[in-house]
């Protein structure tokens, strides 16, 4: 693995008094995919979104490459560059077609030349298999096109990680292939991702690594083979269960 880009250190996240992370420590290293599985409700896309300085901490460190982000050094509309996010849903202006959804900011933010730029966007709209949709509107798009617009709107940013929280969620189960297909691709090329989903079979697939959380903590951190074969805390255990049991009709241990 590469330097550490993210150091979390003892985070803590409250609504209304309501701790909603505790104490949570990790490092994510350049390269690398760390999946974030958990019950709805954990803390999985509020840690996200920390990250990503949507949300503010109330206790602990956020560092990336060493800089605390909430030292107020460097700001936010900055760091998140270099710290891209996708949500699940696509947020694409309506009024604008593809390529100026994607532009938008490269253009007004990094005050890119818009001939830079859109041959950045092309170029990514051609690896996605979109390139034919760029003078296209959202509503003309699947829901699965417009989230591998969003993937690429996000990746024109030139960001050095990518966090993606739920974005198949929305999606139609026939759609949501298209749309791992491009993170998969992403995780190949080294594109470092912390990816929040429900989608097992993927997160085994694409994960360097496994972090399992519930009630807002961090239960297990494991590679996934280790993970989904033999998980080490009790409620991972039953997590898997429920899910296989699900999937399957069957437990984690009879599949």
């Known amino acids: 693995m590469g330097e550490r880009l993210l150091q979390l ?8 008094g309501h701790r909603v992370l505790k104490r949570i420590d990790l490092d994510v290293a350049a390269g690398e995919v760390v999946v974030i599985l958990g019950p709805s409700g954990c803390g999985k896309s509020t840690l996200l979104r920390c990250l990503n300085g949507l949300e503010p901490i109330q206790g602990g460190t956020l560092l990336f490459k060493g800089e605390d982000l909430n030292a107020g ?28 959804n ?12 818009r001939r830079e730029a859109a041959a950045d966007a092309e170029k990514l709209l051609s690896r996605v298999g979109l390139l034919d949709k ?57 594109m470092t ?24 903590e961090i239960c ?15 409620r991972a255990r039953q997590f898997l269960n429920r899910f296989f049991e699900i999937e399957t009709g069957k437990g984690r241990e009879e599949v």
């Open 9 to 16: 250190r003892q985070v803590e996240k409250s609504f209304d």
């Open 73 to 100: 050094k460097v700001p936010w509309r900055v760091t998140r560059q270099k710290i891209g996010m996708v949500f699940q849903s696509y947020h694409l202006f309506p009024h604008m077609t593809v390529l100026d």
């Open 102 to 113: 994607i532009l938008l900011g490269p253009l007004k933010v990094q005050k890119r030349s």
């Open 134 to 190: 760029k003078n296209a509107y959202p509503r003309q798009l699947s829901g699965g096109q417009q989230q591998r617009i969003a993937i690429v709107r996000a990746l024109c940013m030139r960001p050095e990680v990518m966090l993606f929280d739920e974005v198949t969620a929305a999606l139609d189960p026939e759609m949501v292939k298209e749309v791992l297909e491009v993170m998969l691709d992403l995780a190949r090329e080294g």
């Open 193 to 216: 991702m912390l990816i929040v989903t429900h989608e097992m079979r993927f997160a085994r697939a694409v994960a360097d690594r496994i972090v399992f959380m519930d009630g807002g």
């Open 220 to 234: 297990e951190i494991a590679p996934p083979d280790a993970f989904f074969n033999r998980p080490q805390s009790g």
